[in-house]
């Protein structure tokens, strides 16, 4: 007869990120570190300004300025609620 064992973890922490990440994180939720340019073919790219070598990095595609917007507005609304959950748990009813 033939057993097969494994193990098996799980890592469960409530470590703090990096002072790089939160750096990174509050850049990525100003949204004047972002910008929209049109392509060739007349699609519109939402771009991130890098402060580490003050170059734009591509992020997105979209087919409506309108949607490029809503896709920035979309990431700068994730890096704030990144943000917010460094600061720990917070109390939403007392007794």
């Known amino acids: 007869m033939t057993y097969l064992y494994y193990k098996t973890s ?8 990096s002072e790089k990440n ?4 509050k850049h990525l939720s100003d949204k004047k ?3 929209i340019t049109q ?7 939402t771009e991130c300004l890098n402060p580490a070598r003050e170059e734009w990095h591509d992020v997105t595609r979209r087919e409506t300025v309108e949607g490029a917007e809503a896709a920035i507005d ?3 609304d994730h890096f704030a609620k990144k943000l917010e959950a ?3 748990p917070k109390v939403v009813k007392t007794f």
């Not at 799980?10 to 990120?17: D, E, F, I, L, V």
């Not at 939160?22 to 994180?25: L, M, Q, R, S």
């Not at 392509?39 to 790219?45: M, S, W």
């Open 74 to 76: 979309g990431s700068i």
């Open 10 to 17: 799980t890592y469960a922490s409530n470590q703090k990120p």
């Open 33 to 35: 570190n972002w910008r």
């Open 86 to 88: 460094t600061k720990g």
């Open 22 to 25: 939160i750096k990174e994180w």
């Open 39 to 45: 392509l060739a073919n007349g699609f519109y790219q």
